[in-house]
């Protein structure tokens, strides 16, 4: 079966440092992945994503940066974090074709102070 | 792109009682998505549909995409349903990258 695993759950970090949240499918080969965030009080807003190695395309223009270094590894990452960057961070994957169900990860709490 | 609209925002009932929530949407779509969010953050699919109805367990999904709308609902509401449900469409017609709705934050009093 397919799984999808996201880590550092949680994290604090100062402003002006880097950041770099990993997430990892099993069990699908060549799949959709996608960034969201959540900010405090608002819904899910796409960030980047990728059909494939190396492929990104990033939806609003922001201090965020994804790479896709290996089909099923999708990392978010910041040279030096911003306190607007605090928020609640999703990995996802879809694979196939369109309207396929969507697995989310279980999420990483990013806190800048 | 599409907008998504959920009602009610927040909703308080009684346990036992029966649940609907509901999606309303702007563009047509290939299919339309109901996730539940717990409060560790934690997001799970609960049904992908396209047309008709879906039921698991006490859930039932709904949708009409002539009038591009979709209902949740839950019967013999539990506490343990408390939780926030989000309805999810595509962007565009055929696209995958999905557009939220805000969320509706269900709390089922015992």
């Known amino acids: 079966s397919q799984t999808i695993h996201q880590w550092p759950a949680t994290l604090v970090q100062p402003v002006g440092s880097p950041l770099s949240l990993e997430c990892t499918v099993e069990?699908?080969?060549?799949?959709?992945l996608y960034w969201y965030r959540q900010a405090a009080g608002r819904g899910l807003q796409l960030l980047f994503y990728?059909?494939?190695?190396?492929?990104i395309s990033s939806e609003v223009p922001q201090n965020l940066s994804a790479s896709r270094p290996q089909d099923r590894q999708f990392i978010l990452s910041s040279k030096k974090l911003l306190l607007s960057d605090s928020g609640f961070y999703l990995c996802?994957?879809?694979?196939?074709?369109?309207?396929?169900?969507?697995?989310f990860g279980e999420g990483s709490w990013l806190t800048v102070v | 792109k599409n907008e998504v609209e959920q009602s009610p925002q927040n909703l308080t009932a009684q346990e036992g009682e029966f649940i609907t929530i509901n999606c309303s949407y702007s563009?047509?779509?290939?299919?339309l998505h109901w996730l539940q969010q717990h409060p560790g953050g934690g997001i799970v699919s609960l049904f992908m549909?396209?047309?008709g109805k879906k039921k698991h367990g006490r859930l039932i999904a709904t949708i009409n995409i002539q009038e591009k709308h979709s209902s949740l609902h839950i019967t013999a509401s539990h506490p343990r349903d408390s939780a926030v449900y989000i309805c999810?469409?595509?962007?565009?017609?055929?696209?995958?990258?999905?557009?939220f709705g805000t969320g509706t934050r269900l709390t089922i009093i015992p």
């Open positions: 996802a994957f879809s694979w196939g074709g369109t309207g396929n169900t969507i697995y």
């Open positions: 069990g699908t080969s060549n799949p959709n």
């Open positions: 990728s059909v494939g190695i190396g492929q």
């Open positions: 563009v047509g779509i290939s299919a």
């Open positions: 549909l396209s047309s």
């Open positions: 999810a469409v595509p962007s565009n017609f055929g696209n995958e990258k999905l557009t």
